[in-house]
């Protein structure tokens, strides 16, 4: 009983190009409102819109997500969020997801969904849940992947799940500059059966953002630890860029021919690297730059 004729309503919100304005929402309206008032307060909204944008950040852990997400009032609970990336359960419908539920190893993991949680600014519902939210990032993980990916994959000998760890390791330990580079490194240490020796894997066990690992944190009892053990650690540690996810199927060939082993932090601020083929030169490097890694820590108040 707002209105008088449907009919004229519809037709004068057309003529006077108001019909496409019309935005969705709850009003309050009353009887006592002529048509143009109604039609004044519905063009112009309700101050609640019915979507929103969340951006996930390249290198961002799921815990990074979760604390963001619940920072920015888009999901209630992180502990929701944070079990549902856990388990990864109700997400076996997607292929990847399956896959490594499918592993024997799965159990060691933080979280199963690490790393398959796409970094990218997504439009998504005011009332979507955490689970809803979850999909939607996942979807653009498996957009993001194509059938050329999996080729090269299989030609390098790994897996979706070995791409998207060694990407996530490769995002944590260097610039975009520098992936390339990083993804050589690894994969010559891979293919000569040595461990990876990365701190970044350490760090994500841990917890930690410390620069300059002790002796105790190297040796800690962990799936994630590549330097007990040989080979990539149980899972992503990140989730990954698209440039970081190139660089793992694509190393710098000149520094795979040349035979990079080793590479450390030149410059934490900046976070330029330097690259060794030697194990001594490794070490002298290690020798003259940590000095600088343990004032970076002490600088923001990490000891």
Known sequence: GLIHNHTVFKYVTDFMGKGQLIQSGEYTLSKSMDMMQIM??????????????????????????????????????????????????????????????????VSQRKYVLEGYLSPNTYEIYTSATAGDIIEKLLGQTEAAYPATYDERAQELGMTMDDVLTLASMIEREAKTADFAKVSAVFHNRLAQDMTLGSDVTIKYYLNSEKMALTDSDLSVESAYNTYRNKGLPVGPICNPSTDAIVAALYPDEQYRQQGYLYFCSKDPNSGELYFSKTLEEHEAAVAQYRPLWIEYDESRGIE
């Open 40 to 105: 004044d307060q519905l063009t112009t909204g309700d101050g609640k819109p019915n979507t929103r944008m969340i951006t996930v950040i390249p290198g961002w852990t799921v815990e990074d997500i979760a604390a963001q997400l619940f920072a920015d009032g888009v999901i209630q609970s992180e502990e929701e969020f944070l079990n549902l990336c856990k388990t990864g359960e109700e997400y076996a419908d997607y292929y990847f997801i399956a896959d490594v539920l499918a592993t024997s190893d």
